[in-house]
């Protein structure tokens, strides 16, 4: 695990009694005093940087600071790159949604789950509306149905107030078995046994 450029202790900042000193150009000093390693960085006109200090000693090496940190920091902007962030896109829509407003948010759905987000839907009732509940879980268990191809439910809050709340994830794509077409079985012929040869 990297360090963070913050965490980095260089130089005086290096509290342990003793570490064990890498030189610049990788070899071995042993375990020194920081004092020590500190003058010889000096000497050697660079720094001297912890960099293992969960090791017993901790582990500190002579090298140039500045070059070390920019080394660091380009490492951690990588990192956050390659995390994904997951967003929750809310979709919601009441029992009386048209056909055309139901295909829409289904689209919306549908584009949001496949690249990567989740789905939380929202079916809410207005007013007296509250009393139509199995209209609304008609609704959801449809909206389920149209997306199961590709996602699954997360969580199911089911009615909270006036809303039925559930959540909807990515399914993992399932791998294909292997089929092997029956042309390409060999069928062995079972020859008939030949009769024992009369002796004369």
Known sequence: MSLSPQKVRANERIRAAQIRLIGAAGEQFGIVTPQEGLTRAQEAGLDLVEV???TVPPVCRIMDLGKYLYTLGKK????RKKQKTIDIKEVKMTTK????????????????????????LVVFFRGREIVYVDKGRKLVARFVQDLADIAL?????????????????????????????????VTVPVSPSTPPAKTE
Not at 76 to 79: A, D, G, Q, T, V
């Open 52 to 54: 293992a200090g969960t």
């Open 97 to 120: 949604i048209d056909e055309n407003d139901y295909q829409t948010k289904l689209r919306n759905a549908r584009r949001f789950i496949e690249r990567g987000d989740k789905v939380k």
């Open 76 to 79: 951690e902007k990588e990192s």
């Open 153 to 185: 439910v997360e969580r199911n809050d089911g009615l909270e107030g006036k809303a039925i709340m559930l959540y909807l994830t990515r399914t993992a794509p399932v791998k294909k078995k292997e089929v092997v077409p029956a042309s390409s079985t």
